[in-house]
Structures are given as structure tokens and as C-alpha cells.
């Protein structure tokens, strides 16, 4: 009977982690003109050039992060970094947690922590998406995922 309290507890868990991430979604959703002007003008003074945000580039991030995923868990891909895998763990924790360096009550201060862990698991992320993309052109037989 323990167990399927248990099961119960953690299946609300996952409930209420889905239904954060959801409310998370629509809230940047319904700001994001906001969000993707400060992408913009932060980014362009850390590169020294104007950026502009673009949908179509993050669309391909995500269908190359794709395939990806369903490469290596496939076992075709196996050049995934241990660092990296520790660091997508401890990011994909930390923001799933709640339990925060600042608290994000504290408005937009307290968002800055989880942007900064945020890009760190991203500039792992994209430099193992690199890695797999150089991989991925160099097979001799194409791997034609469906990713949607």
C-alpha cells in the first residue's frame, strides 16, 4: 500500500512540475516580445555586434537537438561528454527544484540565477550539438529521424 502512495506522491510531483513548466511557458509566451528585446540587446553588447532573435535558427536547434537525443539513446551517438551530461543534470535540477541562489520572489533579480545556470547547460549544450552535427554529416548512411 506504501508503494502506491508512493507512486501516487510522485506522480503528483510530476503533475505539478508539468503544470509549473506550462504556466513558466505561457508567462514567457505572453512576454516574449519583452524577453527577446532584452535577448537582443544583452547579446548585442556581449558580442559587439546588433543580434537579432530568430525563430527559424532556435526551430533547427531543436530538430538537430532532436536527433540528437534520439541518436544517443538509440546507442548510435556516443561521443556525449560525462562534464557535460553532469552539467545538464545539475541544471535540468536546480531549475526543477525551486530551491534557488535568490529566490525568484525577488523579481527580476531573482531570475538572473537561473539565467546564468541556464546558459551554462546551453553553452555545453550547444558545443555537444556541434560535436554531433560535424558527427552526424560525416556517416555513410543518413539517419532520417522524424522529430515534430
Same mark, same amino acid.
Given at each position: 500500500?506504501?508503494?502506491?502512495?508512493?507512486?501516487?506522491?510522485?506522480?503528483?510531483?510530476?503533475? !505539478?512540475?508539468?503544470?509549473?513548466?506550462?504556466? %513558466?511557458?505561457? !508567462?514567457?509566451?505572453?512576454? +516574449?516580445?519583452?524577453?527577446?528585446?532584452?535577448?537582443n540587446s544583452v547579446?548585442?553588447?556581449?558580442?559587439?555586434?546588433?543580434?537579432?532573435?530568430?525563430?527559424?535558427? #532556435?526551430?533547427?536547434?531543436?530538430?538537430?537537438?532532436? $536527433?540528437?537525443?534520439?541518436?544517443?539513446? @538509440?546507442?548510435?551517438? $556516443?561521443?556525449?561528454?560525462?562534464?557535460?551530461? #553532469?552539467?545538464?543534470?545539475?541544471?535540468? !535540477?536546480?531549475?526543477? #527544484?525551486?530551491?534557488?541562489?535568490?529566490?525568484?520572489?525577488?523579481?527580476?533579480?531573482?531570475?538572473?540565477?537561473?539565467?546564468?545556470? #541556464?546558459?551554462?547547460?546551453?553553452?555545453?549544450?550547444?558545443?555537444?550539438?556541434? +560535436?554531433?552535427?560535424?558527427?552526424? @554529416?560525416?556517416?555513410?548512411?543518413?539517419?532520417?529521424?522524424?522529430? %515534430?
Open positions: 500500500m506504501k508503494k502506491n502512495g508512493q507512486n501516487f506522491a510522485a506522480k503528483n510531483d510530476e503533475k !505539478s512540475f508539468i503544470q509549473k513548466a506550462i504556466s %513558466a511557458g505561457m !508567462s514567457l509566451y505572453a512576454n +516574449k516580445d519583452q524577453y527577446i528585446n532584452k535577448y547579446m548585442s553588447n556581449v558580442n559587439g555586434v546588433e543580434t537579432q532573435f530568430n525563430f527559424d535558427e #532556435l526551430k533547427e536547434k531543436f530538430t538537430l537537438l532532436g $536527433r540528437m537525443i534520439k541518436a544517443v539513446s @538509440k546507442g548510435e551517438y $556516443r561521443d556525449v561528454s560525462p562534464v557535460f551530461l #553532469l552539467k545538464a543534470a545539475f541544471a535540468a !535540477s536546480y531549475l526543477s #527544484l525551486g530551491k534557488d541562489f535568490i529566490p525568484d520572489t525577488e523579481g527580476f533579480l531573482g531570475k538572473v540565477d537561473d539565467i546564468a545556470v #541556464l546558459s551554462w547547460a546551453i553553452s555545453g549544450l550547444m558545443d555537444e550539438m556541434n +560535436k554531433y552535427q560535424s558527427w552526424e @554529416k560525416n556517416v555513410t548512411e543518413p539517419i532520417d529521424y522524424q522529430v %515534430a
